[in-house]
């Protein structure tokens, strides 16, 4: 059984910064592509960012490139989503998934295999 824990979440005035963690137990992390999606009251789940099994490459949504940054320790079976300048209308339910397979279809949800219960983000003005 494969479990994702997802943690980090708060408030924070526009501007700041938070860092999330998503801890992954029940098999080995390494073989997982990791990604991040969020979720606004009323709209669909949407991509944020996703990393590769080695870390060694990742994507981002146009909407926080060059704000966000994902990271993972495969040590630590964790990864993590920093997140700089941070503004309201990135309040949102934030969720990591894992990836079995590697799909290039990184941007999709149904491309991922697991999923954490999420973790609120709120901005404020």
């Known amino acids: 059984q494969v479990q994702l824990v997802e943690s980090g979440g708060g408030l924070v005035q526009a501007g700041g910064s938070l860092r999330l963690s998503c801890a992954v137990s029940?098999?080995?992390?390494?073989?997982?592509?990791m990604g991040w999606f969020r979720q606004a009251p009323g709209k669909e789940r949407e991509f944020v960012a996703d990393?590769?099994?080695?870390?060694?490459?990742?994507h981002y949504a146009d909407s926080v490139k060059g704000r966000f940054t994902i990271s993972r320790d495969n040590a630590k079976n964790t990864v993590y989503l920093q997140m700089n300048s941070l503004k309201p209308e990135d309040t949102s339910v934030y969720y990591c998934?894992?990836?079995?397979?590697?799909?290039?279809?990184?941007?999709?949800?149904?491309?991922?295999?697991?999923w954490g219960q999420g973790t609120q983000v709120t901005v404020s003005s």
């Open positions: 990393i590769s099994r080695s870390g060694s490459g990742a």
């Open positions: 998934a894992a990836d079995d397979n590697g799909s290039t279809y990184y941007w999709r949800r149904a491309s991922y295999d697991y």
């Open positions: 029940g098999r080995t992390f390494s073989t997982y592509a």
